[in-house]
């Protein structure tokens, strides 16, 4: 599996380092915005950890999905540069998500429950919430024990989950913490979630997103946050995962305990084993 980086396409103020997985903002408390290197595929989970902080200034990391293409944007503001490229914006919020084509949210230090819906620049709200869809089909992020499953992969949850690097209360915001992008298509409905210490914090449907064009990453590296890294889930399943895997597509934890199975074997088949 490819190592995830970050494009070589980002704000003024950021300097990629360790082959492209660490982005730091040398300046200021804006113009940090930076992009996934390769489409985010659904399912998959774009995984940061926060590395750095800078006291003194207000909000945090911003974070989302957007189809605009890295390889057509560029940092140049010079007036004289003359180029059909579009400028990468300051701020993700409000500006990059008032172009259109971008679900963006601000991660907040405690609340951080999405909206149903995704149209625009938000902050992530406290309100618990579940998709238009969610009520018919299988949720698409559960937790297993030690794993999460999302969609069709399962993940162990220590991968997922930071810790604070000062010894104190793992928070969204602190430096260590952990957090994920995904999302669903499903039906034609597009929903964007949040991974943040292993927690998912509900589906947000992406409005006008098209299922058609590609999505990226979207990493605004804004306020105290100074510095982050990609954290690689580059996880190779095991035979033995793997048909677990395939059972659990068909089969509810409920249905579990009728299976004609060993103790043992229900115990692993609901993720209690590792």
């Not at 405690?110 to 869809?133: F, I, K, L, M, Y």
């Not at 992969?153 to 104190?168: C, F």
């Amino acid at each position: 599996m490819p190592v995830t980086k970050f494009h070589e396409n980002h704000g003024l103020n950021i300097d990629l380092s360790e082959n492209g997985i660490v982005a730091r903002r040398t300046a200021s408390f804006a113009n940090a915005i930076t992009f996934s290197e390769r489409p985010v595929k659904p399912g998959e989970i774009f995984l940061i950890e926060i590395e750095d902080q800078e006291k003194g200034w207000s909000g945090h990391l911003r974070c989302g999905l957007t189809q605009h293409q890295p390889t057509q944007m560029t940092n140049n503001r010079d007036p004289r540069y003359s180029t059909n490229l579009i400028r990468i914006p300051q701020y993700s919020m409000p500006d990059l998500a008032n172009m259109g084509k971008s679900w963006i949210f601000a991660i907040t230090k405690h609340h951080n429950r999405v909206p149903t819906s995704a149209a625009g620049p938000r902050d992530v709200c406290e309100n618990p919430s579940t998709s238009a869809s969610a009520g018919h089909r299988r949720s698409f992020i559960q937790s297993f024990g030690n794993y999460i499953r999302c969609g069709n992969a399962h993940i162990p949850k220590h991968k997922l989950v930071g810790r604070d690097k000062e010894g104190g209360e793992l928070v969204a915001t602190c430096t260590g913490s952990r957090i994920g992008i995904t999302y669903e298509i499903n039906d034609g409905i597009i929903e964007m979630h949040f991974l943040i210490n292993g927690d998912d914090q509900g589906g947000a449907v992406m409005e006008q997103a098209d299922p058609d064009l590609p999505f990226y990453a979207m990493i605004d590296v804004y306020g105290t946050t100074r510095q982050v890294k990609i954290i690689q889930l580059d996880i190779v399943s095991t035979l033995q995962e793997y048909c677990r895997d395939i059972i659990r597509q068909f089969v509810t934890d409920e249905q579990v305990d009728f299976l004609p199975l060993p103790t043992k074997v229900k115990e692993y088949l609901r993720f209690e084993l590792m």
